[in-house]
């Protein structure tokens, strides 16, 4: 593997970082879920099959909450 593999982590370490700075819960929780996804690949390449499974985990988690608050704002 090449470096682009670690390029796929440092991106996902610098989105999920830089979604805890975010105000807006919205905005947050969409990079943080973008941060996951990259995490979940880059865990697959390494074989940290740990560290894909709690992300996968928490993506889900981002999805639930952003599909509730967008189903709340359609009011």
Known sequence: MGNWVEYIGYGASILVGLSMFMKDIMKLRFVNTIGCLLFVIYSFFIKAYPVA??????IFVNLYYLYTM????GK
Do not use: A, H
């Not at 499974?53 to 928490?58: A, D, L």
């Open 70 to 73: 967008m189903k709340d704002d």
């Open 53 to 58: 499974i709690v992300n996968i985990i928490i």
